[in-house]
């Protein structure tokens, strides 16, 4: 399987800053995009950043210009950079990998996976 865990999530007061971080480990061959989406309470998740293993990157409007992802591909680690934070960027942060899998002599498909959250909460 492919495993990936988040880290960073917090509380922090309108203006400030956090950097989430996410590996993903297990049986994995190839990563094409990694990315963060978000879920607010009562509100669908949604795409915040996403970046390819070339480093094109993608935003939300919402974030463009606060936010600023990046990759380390040979650790299998994305980031996502967070300044100029607001209330409403509060909600749980989700960490996805589009990997595909080798094991046991066998090339899986690609598909999505995802982390279980890290919270981030901003303070007005």
């Known amino acids: 399987q492919v495993q990936l865990v988040e880290s960073g999530g917090g509380l922090v007061q309108a203006g400030g800053s956090l950097r989430l971080s996410c590996a993903a480990s297990?049986?994995?061959?190839?990563?094409?995009?990694m990315g963060w989406y978000r879920q607010a309470p009562g509100k669908q998740r949604e795409l915040v950043a996403t970046i390819t293993s070339g480093g094109s990157t993608n935003y939300a409007d919402s974030v463009k210009g606060r936010f600023t992802i990046s990759r380390d591909n040979a650790k299998n680690t994305v980031y996502l950079q967070m300044n100029s934070l607001k209330p409403e960027d509060t909600a749980v942060y989700h960490c996805?990998?589009?990997?595909?899998?080798?094991?046991?002599?066998?090339?899986?498909?690609?598909?999505?996976?995802w982390g279980q959250g890290t919270q981030v909460t901003v303070s007005s």
């Open positions: 996805n990998a589009y990997a595909r899998r080798y094991s046991g002599g066998v090339y899986f498909p690609s598909r999505d996976y």
């Open positions: 297990g049986s994995i061959f190839s990563i094409n995009a």
